[in-house]
């Protein structure tokens, strides 16, 4: 179909083909099908924050189909969600757009110093709800980062075997490192490397800033004069760490901001290459037609048709 | 066989028909057969509280065919129970009530600060037992609550593979919330609705006070005007949170209480749409008669012909 | 062939055919064989507490079949040991007496708060190399208890399906109970049951003691009147805990000690029905010819042949 | 070919044929073939130390490939690596080096008191990508040592069902042992006959120092008048540990450091009886020319042409 | 390593990796490695025409691993010889040097009017011994034909899932073609395109002759001007018929001829294009130093090196 989504898909040489035919249906889905590039749709805030806080005000949001028709409206790439709603949302939305079951999440009844989420669906839930992908979350400098990791390669073998696309959300978070640390340009770099080694094809990590956490790393940066200067070129840095650029890595939006942030932020990722965006509360938390118009303003800025 | 029966079996459209045969059988058996009203009884008391401490005063209880021939005297849907007695149960009485294979338990020689049950049965177990169902107890609240997500979500995967019921007991509790919060309307409601994310087909919480431990929840609940006022209005708000009343939740009763206090709670319970009662302590802690008498009244009262 | 061995497999009438007959083995090797009682000698101590301390001093020991030949020498029941060691031993000791392939195992490397042993053998193991039964820790009262019964749990259904006998070590230690709690007579007794509750066919614990570690059982034993003034009185209590004596339960002779004070302990056991011994350091930390005389003579105290 | 080979290869008399296969392929193989001694490269430095730390200053080692054409051309016996990079490198290399995938790894975003690598790869991925053996880190001393020691013994099963070789670095480390205790002699042969009792194929360990850990282990040590004065003593005991000189044990080099240190260490260690090395570091941070003088050089010393 | 062997290896984009990985040991293996020719060493003679006839000439072929051992002596890619002999050669040989194990045959005890061999030998069987790949004879022209594709296509299936090379010796013969047609042009091509649409990643023919056995096929090739006169010629042919050129074809030796007659059929078929010989009774019915002689004689006339 489209010359830059077989070379994307080239990148995965060891990849099982219904792997790489799933992974050619979210990148040619949508408004931005065939570009190479990714919007996503992410909703888990009822698993997350509880029912009352997150549906209450818009009761229209305690029917998780709700979610997954925006995700249509606004013609994103795929629609990111946890188990319980995926069971509702599977028998009519899995012929309508790419669904990504979310595999771990976290409630917040219990708030530990260190990030550990529970495993709380499989490649198995997966295959039976129809998903072309599992989704799952890793926090690098967590002391219960290493579960994580194992529990990503049992389900990256699983996802092997059915022929799924694994996406990884790489969120540095814990005592590990500092609050600067999360978004640090070496740190947000190595997550993506783990995460590539790890197995990913499909790579979420947070825009990095200029700080550095490791003077390690600094030291070697610095040496080796690694442009760091602007958001474009960090996310240049980030993606090459991932295998030299040969992963899709895309960057999330994180909490919800002004408009014009999520714009410029946008156009700054998309100028350092990377691959789009995961867009969660800085969507689905608007009204519906306002969501799906920065949706589509979005989209505009990562296909270059965007008058930026 | 009942519309109400069959009514509440719609509300699992994806689960194995042996599995809504096996909710079927509790949803017809026993002396609320056929009303859509659950009155189960639990015993699990020498796994929790050891040998000597349990049975030395009533030396019947020692041969756990006693709990079982109490719960067919009473009329019971079903019976709750550890490996051990089952193993010794199993052949004689299920052929005559539902089991509920009870999977994970806490013995009292160590006390953590956190509650953190061990697994101590399958679904293999189960199903080489005759039983009809799988019960789980999970901690929300605890640090060790992931884990038993976890647990939880493979024990119904097997459960789905073998057509059983799955029952979860979800019972805030640990160091992420307070003693009050343990029942408070907005945690209660979290919890049904985790367990229903999770995957279970029958609920079991406690009654929700008017206590609310989420600020945030608070807002919400205050903002969108949700009556909360009585023990009838917070059961009504709970069920509400497992899928709009899409869900089988019941209601336990606590420590053991006077008669009369158990009736009301039940009155209230029902008011509310709540689906039933477990109630062990408050029961075969009784002699034989009296406990078969209050459990009868406790029936009387869910399927609406008691006196009230 | 005798009576008392057939009576004793009748209390396992759900175990596989194939578990009977290796428990029947057991039952009818060596020196006791027929009579109902068990002489059982472990060695671990390589794992346990490293290769210089332990094999320095006779290097004979660095070899594991001198022990494996030592409980040939004695006509012990069986021989319990370690993955590594029973890969050497096994094809040629397999044929000469039961052995029991120990699956958990601690080293002293690292000392904790709480025991909580490593799993090292599986029944995978066991079966390979020809076992007739597998070998299993538990410490109730130790943080680390639920993560044990788990792992018996699971070694339990696998033994379950391979035909191999389950032999529990029951012993509570850690920071759930006093030091004088791991040998209470109420307290051994909750171990006995736990291991049954969990699925032992064979399970060892130690002499209990006249203390009574829970407030609670104190009553509840007091009450009931339950003579518990001799060793034989509370091994009596103990047996009776295990499902009413139908299990077989032997007692260790812990850490070394003088001739005579085993002796004396034996002849408690065996009067208050205990099912025989399991020895190790009382044993192999003996000369060769002292320790097949010592062996002997606990096994005439065990079949009623010795002068006493 | 060689009778020292086939020697070696007798002392593994349960092991799988294929295992054997892959034991000789690996004895075979490389300049120092056939000679029973084993020369390995490992590279894991970019999940271990993150990408630019590891590749910034010289962007050739960002490809996985460079290492191991430096281990084909130095004439390793085999290439140890993290699963990422074995997908890349292993469609071309299996067939020209035997490969071990390393299976557990650390990240340093996190550093906890105690070491506890997260399982990053399988034996099933070892399969598949072509691999003679898989690698695993145990290290004694470690709070999470038995979780490792769990982890260790799952991956052998599978290795051994898979007929793969199974190699392991054991390193005490952790709270349980001082700092000086990590290379003591009596913690080193501690560590040797641990992997050995585990089930390991091909041990590595660090070169053991005079120190002892244990008061116990010492007085053993002492009364039986074992000679520990040089390096070539200490190889000789830990070589004894495990199993009396009957597994394939080598050492590391550590630190890098300089040459003559590397070549004095080297001459001790075939000195006592060692097996041969595995050295990262000290060979692949140097020039690709230096690299392979350093290996040569090594490989001389231990099959005995080297002038020492 | 090779530009040509990757090039081959690109030929093959579907299979399997440890596929791609066993062909490229077997191209990279021995003195013609890295030039993209085969020099294949077949052994079978035992079973299809009987042990004396076949050995008793020179009895040092009794033993299987003379046969090895010369295959390795004279630096082949490959040995393929039948089950019996793999499971004496292959637990030291098979690190030696790549093994395709032979998994049909036929006896000469009973001789059919169509050729009809026996099945056996698995993919199973050449997993457990590590070979590279599996070998197995289809008879074109048998009325038995359609049983031995079915049977072939079952191989390539167990072989792929496996990671295996499949290896097709494709001989036309039976009561379907006339005696002359086994090696007519046009029926070895249609051979070996039979082969390759079946799966083959190495298909075997045999020299073809200028007979061409087929009126339409004749008619076809001279409208079409195709040059068949020399051997060269129809090697190319032949080669060309599979998939034009993109299948590794190998040529066989036939019955015992004159050294000089060998080396000149082997330079047509370089000249022609083949990608090297198997050969068998030509190389093993000589003495041990002659064939290595001749063997290295055709090595160096498929690489190019021969003086003529």
């Known amino acids: 179909m489209s010359t830059r989504v077989d070379e994307i898909l080239s990148w995965y040489p060891t990849a099982d083909p219904r792997t790489i035919g799933n992974l050619r249906r979210m990148l040619v889905h949508g408004r931005t099908g065939g570009t190479g590039k990714l919007v996503v749709l992410p909703v888990d805030q009822g698993f997350e924050h509880g029912p009352g806080r997150s549906f209450a005000a818009n009761p229209a949001g305690y029917d998780p189909r709700y979610h997954a028709q925006l995700a249509v409206d606004a013609g994103c790439s795929a ?23 979310k595999c771990n999440s976290s409630d917040s009844l219990y708030v530990g110093t260190d990030p550990e989420p529970a495993v709380t669906a499989s490649v198995e839930d997966a295959v039976r709800l129809g998903c072309v992908a599992v989704g799952f979350t890793i926090y690098p400098g967590s002391s219960g980062r290493n579960r994580m990791y194992e529990q990503l390669r049992s389900l990256a073998r699983d996802a092997d075997a059915a022929g799924l696309v694994l996406v990884v959300w790489s969120y540095p978070r814990g005592s590990g490192i500092s609050k600067d640390g999360q978004t640090a340009v070496d740190v947000v770099a190595y997550a993506a ?32 004069g690694v442009p760091l200067g602007t958001l ?42 990377g691959f789009g965006t995961i867009m969660g509360r800085n969507s689905f938390q608007r009204p519906h037609d306002e969501a799906v118009q920065l949706l589509h303003d979005v989209m505009d800025i990562h296909v270059g048709t965007s008058p930026s």
Chains 1, 2, 3, 4, 5 share one sequence.
Request: charged share 20%.
């Open 232 to 273: 474009a070129d960090r996310v240049r840095h980030v993606v090459q760490s991932a295998f030299d650029g040969h992963r899709v890595v895309i960057f999330s939006g994180g909490a919800a901001k002004e408009t014009a942030a999520v714009l410029e932020e946008n156009r700054q990722t998309a100028l350092g290459g």
């Open 79 to 101: 629609h990111a969600l946890p188990l319980g709603a995926c069971e509702l949302v599977a028998p009519r939305y899995a012929a309508e757009l790419p669904l990504i079951l």
């Open 193 to 224: 490397h783990l995460a590539a080694q790890l197995g990913a094809h499909v790579i979420k990590v947070k825009p990095p800033t200029e700080h550095i956490e490791s003077d390690q790393a600094r030291a070697a940066l610095d040496k080796a």
